[in-house]
T-cell receptor
Framework: GAGVSQSPSNKVTEKGKDVELRCDPI?????LYWYRQSLGQGLEFLIY????????KSGLPSDRFSAERTGGSVSTLTIQRTQQEDSAVYLC??????????????FGPGTRLTVL | QKEVEQDPGPLSVPEGAIVSLNCTYS??????FMWYRQYSRKGPELLMY????GNKEDGRFTAQVDKSSKYISLFIRDSQPSDSATYLC????????????FGTGTRLLVSP
């Protein structure tokens, strides 16, 4: 079966532009996560969705960052007025969600964002 | 100070060597411990997870957790060139929602 897919795989933009990053989770996975991986840094949690709701968006670094999820499936991460420090790989993961046991997160290949 | 510390490497070993990868952490609430492997330009994939202290073995991989020392390890026996990747430790205090806190990753290079 298909894994988590993300698009675009690479995005180069100019400072000040808005960008949208897309994530298609594994079919049937109710939980979806966004992480950011900067050079020399570990994965940094951004936001978590359970269904279409985001009970934890504590990792979003500023109000320029927003995310939504529709139909309990596809999610979009939007960065407005991009800055050079936003350059990073943005990773999406999904999991079955909702259970008390360890819930394996499956990652997509990421979107490499470069802000010039 | 970061919640999870991990030596970035690179760690270079010859094929067949035993590899030891480690992380230390500061949050005593962490109870789930995971190791992810990430190949270049790919997303991380889960290798192993353990709950609380103890050892867990899966083939050539062994994960150890020492909660009293806040120290976790991943051992790779008979390392292969295909093991060359970045290894990330991750931890969580949550039982349902796995809000993972990651280390920076250790880059491993296994030479033939």
């Amino acid at each position: 079966g298909a894994g988590v897919s993300q698009s675009p795989s690479n995005k180069v933009t100019e400072k000040g532009k808005d960008v949208e990053l897309r994530c298609d989770p594994i079919s049937g996975h109710t939980a979806l996560y966004w992480y950011r991986q900067s050079l020399g840094q570990g994965l940094e949690f951004l936001i978590y969705f359970q269904g279409n709701s985001a009970p934890d968006k504590s990792g979003l670094p500023s109000d320029r960052f927003s995310a939504e999820r529709t139909g309990g499936s596809v999610s979009t991460l939007t960065i407005q007025r991009t800055q050079q420090e936003d350059s990073a790989v943005y990773l999406c993961a999904s999991s079955r969600g909702g259970g008390p046991s360890v819930d394996t997160q499956y990652f997509g290949p990421g979107t490499r964002l470069t802000v010039l | 100070q970061k919640e999870v510390e991990q030596d970035p490497g690179p760690l270079s070993v010859p094929e067949g060597a035993i590899v030891s990868l480690n992380c230390t952490y500061s949050n005593s609430a962490f109870q789930y411990f995971m190791w992810y492997r990430q190949y270049s330009r790919k997303g991380p994939e889960l290798l192993m997870y353990t709950y609380s202290s103890g050892n867990k073995e899966d083939g050539r991989f062994t994960a150890q957790v020492d909660k009293s020392s806040k120290y976790i390890s991943l051992f790779i026996r008979d390392s292969q060139p295909s093991d060359s990747a970045t290894y990330l430790c991750a931890m969580s205090a949550d039982t349902g929602f796995q809000k993972l806190v990651f280390g920076t990753g250790t880059r491993l290079l296994v030479s033939p």
